[in-house]
């Protein structure tokens, strides 16, 4: 049981490039969910997914698209990456909106 | 939208108990979580608490809710060197809420 999974672990883009961050989670869990982390910001919520189909924007989902490829599956795709977007990413899942939410490791995004 | 406060910072001594404050100001609030980060991981859930309820013993941590105050907290009784992390607070009505994180620091 790997839980939440998370590649890549690190990357750097250059500004203008494109990149896609996936996850995947092995607990069937209907929920799913992408967060950045930023100094002093703490985690802000980019999109989710409550169920497999569905997608809603978050806080923060301004340069940012997601695809639920399944129930196992979300992906986060940055069409055209700024320096702002320099960050650590965040996939988590969940039973349920309100429920218990499991991370993965992150990835750590650098644009330059 | 909900906004949830935290201190940046604490510092304690080994053997010592810790505090970690948090406010929100959603009062319909239905869940409320601390969870914990160890450098380099991801989140990892330490406890909950249902809105309907006042406190919340887990072993070693102890969770308040002031619902009045919405004010909730976190003690960590008998503080370890392996309880230093960022602790973030966040609180759940639709989706969650996460404060933007205490570092614990624990001094040997």
């Known amino acids: 049981n790997a839980g939440v999974t998370q590649t890549p672990k690190f990357q750097v883009l250059k500004t203008g490039q494109s990149m896609t961050l996936q996850c995947a989670q092995d607990?069937?869990?209907?929920?799913m969910y992408w967060y950045r982390q930023d100094p002093g910001m703490g985690l802000r919520l980019i999109y989710y997914?409550?169920?497999?189909?569905?997608?809603d924007k978050g806080e923060v989902p301004n340069g940012y698209n997601v695809s639920r490829l399944n129930k196992r599956e979300f992906s986060l795709r940055l069409e055209s990456a700024a320096p702002s977007q320099t960050s650590v990413y965040f996939c988590?899942?969940?039973?349920?909106?309100?429920?218990?939410?499991?991370f993965g490791p992150g990835t750590r995004l650098t644009v330059l | 939208g909900e906004d949830v406060e935290q201190s940046l910072f604490l510092s304690v001594r080994e053997g010592d108990s810790s505090v970690i404050n948090c406010t929100y100001t959603?009062?319909?609030?239905?869940?409320l979580y601390w969870y914990k980060q160890e450098p380099g991981a991801g989140l990892q859930l330490l406890t909950y608490?249902?809105?309907?309820?006042d406190m919340k013993q887990d072993q070693r941590l102890t969770v308040l809710l002031n619902k009045k105050d919405k004010h909730l907290s976190l003690r960590i009784a008998d503080t370890q060197t392996g309880d230093s992390a960022i602790y973030f607070c966040?609180?759940?009505?639709?989706?969650?809420?996460f404060g933007i994180g205490t570092k614990l620091q624990v001094i040997p």
């Open positions: 608490i249902f809105s309907n309820m």
């Open positions: 966040a609180v759940a009505r639709g989706v969650v809420t």
């Open positions: 607990m069937n869990h209907n929920s």
């Open positions: 997914s409550a169920s497999e189909g569905t997608t």
């Open positions: 959603d009062s319909s609030s239905t869940y």
């Open positions: 988590a899942s969940s039973s349920g909106l309100y429920n218990e939410q499991f």
